[in-house]
Nanobody, 122 residues
Framework: EVQLVESGGALVQPGGSLRLSCAAS????????MSWVRQAPGKGLEWVST????????RYADSAKGRFTISRDSAKNMVYLQMLSLKPDDTAVYYC???????????????WGQGTQVTVST
């Protein structure tokens, strides 16, 4: 059974930091690009960051650049999102996302976690 289990969400004050974790199981983790996607209240899904399998290269949304860092631990099948200098606009449910794609970039398998709530507020 494929599982992506997020943890680490919390209520934090503006300027604070959090580290989100995602535990992956049930699939070949090393074959999948891993991402974090968030959904703010009343809004659609927003891609935050991706870390590729293979070379481990990373990409960030403009809203995350310079503040968030994505990483993966292939030995533990874990993905992390370190978030610094949090703002109220970062309030959202954060989802872990796994994607396996072919050499042409077409997705062959996609998995989602259940999400973890991050609230940035005084």
């Amino acid at each position: 059974e494929v599982q992506l289990v997020e943890s680490g969400g919390a209520l934090v004050q503006p300027g604070g930091s959090l580290r989100l974790s995602c535990a992956a199981s049930g699939f070949t983790f090393s074959n999948y690009a891993m991402s974090w996607v968030r959904q703010a209240p009343g809004k659609g899904l927003e891609w935050v960051s991706t870390i590729n399998n293979g070379d481990g290269s990373t990409r960030y949304a403009d809203s995350a650049k310079g503040r968030f860092t994505i990483s993966r631990d292939s030995a533990k099948n874990m993905v992390y999102l370190q978030m610094l200098s949090l703002k109220p606009d970062d309030t959202a449910v954060y989802y872990c996302h796994a994607e396996y794609h072919n050499d042409y970039g077409a997705p062959l398998a996609v998995y989602w976690g259940q999400g973890t709530q991050v609230t940035v507020s005084t």
